[in-house]
């Protein structure tokens, strides 16, 4: 039996911030993917599965040591032997298909994540093979992780590190193999049950904070919308399908206008003085916003972001960069900075510069806090 139909995207109400943040993950990898922070009952699953039936098809590798398809034509050189010899018998190297969505399970092990060794097969060919994982299955799509603030941390870490290089790598013993893993993350999460680490929330490019609609008029259409869906999902889903259609040929177009996209002097400008006077110090802010703002051109079918496409992914971007415990921490700093140097004016006067000791060095350090552990 087929899964059900998702809730189609395009019959989604309100929550605008939500569908641009994901419609702007879909366009560009490199907005570093979406954080939905909000209660539950607020439709951030159902809008991240609906997103599924936007995405566009590509061509996905069938090799596991990471061959792109396109060496095949550009740069046969750096094919693996494997992918060679299937060239040679005439079999395909990759196929089309669409971009999937991919779920991790919440009590996913590390073991899930990033595949366990294959002990048979490693010993027979004198090389670490591995069940490929959650992170294989992920390459080139999108990774949904519904209450991120609730996966372990060794399985979160991992996840994040391969977002981070494009690669995940398994280790067994002294034994190392690593696979292509590049994907777009979208993570979920009702703060009521614990919050992300900011070093973590940090890493993930777009933030948006879901509330509940308060519209009375928005929330009768849902209602309505919930009541016909469940009564019928393939019915409802096919009134939304020329929209539904529209909207996934909208992003296959953006993304393939997105590598001529500029952002224009003024707008990079405007993003950096933003983020200066916010007072947010994370370099991916400005990385993120640029990548944003040309992702938001190109649904527009410009090929320059302006300052008013700054101005209209700022939001996502810039919100909760800032940390409460670093501000805490350099608050305390600044004080306790200030504090010594008013008791060093102070000391001054009972010790005059002509009564020092000539020759002992730096008294005033004390050699066992030098920071070289040498004391
Ligand atoms: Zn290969």
């Given at each position: 039996m087929p899964p059900p139909a998702p809730f189609p995207f395009t019959a989604l109400v309100g929550q605008d911030e939500v569908k641009d943040a994901l419609i702007l993950a879909a366009v560009n990898p490199r907005v570093q993917g979406?954080?939905?922070?909000?209660?539950?009952?607020?439709?951030?699953?159902?809008?991240?599965r609906g997103l599924a039936d936007l995405l566009p098809e590509?061509?996905?590798?069938?090799?596991?040591?990471?061959?792109?398809?396109?060496?095949?034509?550009?740069?046969?050189e750096?094919?693996?032997?494997?992918?060679?010899?299937?060239?040679?018998?005439?079999?395909?190297?990759?196929?089309?298909?669409?971009?999937?969505?991919?779920?991790?399970?919440?009590?996913?092990?590390?073991?899930d994540v990033v595949g366990g060794a294959n002990v048979r097969l490693s010993l027979e060919q004198q090389?670490?093979?591995?069940?490929?994982?959650?992170?294989?299955?992920?390459?080139?799509?999108?990774?949904?992780?519904?209450?991120?603030?609730?996966?372990?941390?060794?399985?979160?870490?991992?996840?994040l590190d391969a977002a981070a290089t494009g690669y995940c790598v398994v280790r067994r013993g002294r034994l190392a193999a690593s696979y292509p893993s590049r994907f777009?993350?979208?993570?979920?999460?009702?703060?009521?049950?614990?919050?992300?680490?900011p070093q973590i929330i940090d890493r993930i490019g777009l933030r948006v904070v879901v509330g509940a609609l308060t519209d009375p008029q928005e929330r009768l259409t849902i209602a309505r919308h919930v009541h016909a869906f469940g009564d019928d999902p393939e019915a409802f889903a096919a009134q939304y399908a020329g929209l539904t259609v529209a909207a996934a040929a909208s992003i296959a177009a953006a993304r393939a206008a997105l590598p001529a996209v500029r952002i224009s002097p003024a707008a990079e400008e405007a993003a950096i003085r933003l983020i200066t006077r916010l007072g947010i110090e994370s370099n991916r802010t400005e990385i993120v916003l640029f990548e944003a703002a040309r992702a938001y051109a190109a649904i527009d079918e410009r090929t320059e972001a302006t300052v008013e496409d700054v101005r209209a992914v700022a939001p996502?971007?810039?919100?909760?960069?800032?940390?409460?415990?670093?501000?805490?921490?350099?608050?305390?700093?600044?004080?306790?900075?200030?504090?010594?140097?008013?008791?060093?004016?102070?000391?001054?006067?009972?010790a005059p510069r002509a009564r020092r000791p000539a020759k002992r060095g730096p008294a005033l350090v004390d050699p066992s806090l030098d920071g070289s552990g040498r004391t």
């Open positions: 979406v954080l939905l922070i909000g209660p539950k009952g607020t439709g951030k699953t159902t809008a991240v590509i061509t996905h590798s069938l090799c596991p040591n990471g061959c792109e398809p396109n060496w095949a034509l550009q740069d046969p750096r094919l693996c032997p494997d992918c060679r010899d299937k060239l040679n018998r005439g079999e395909p190297i990759s196929y089309i298909a669409r971009q999937a969505l991919v779920e991790l399970p919440l009590n996913a092990t590390l073991d090389h670490l093979r591995f069940d490929p994982g959650i992170l294989a299955h992920a390459h080139q799509n999108i990774l949904y992780i519904d209450e991120i603030n609730l996966v372990a941390q060794e399985v979160l870490d991992a996840i777009v993350l979208i993570g979920s999460m009702n703060p009521e049950e614990g919050f992300l680490r996502l971007v810039v919100r909760r960069r800032r940390s409460l415990g670093t501000d805490a921490f350099w608050a305390a700093t600044r004080e306790e900075e200030s504090l010594i140097q008013a008791e060093l004016a102070a000391l001054q006067p009972r």
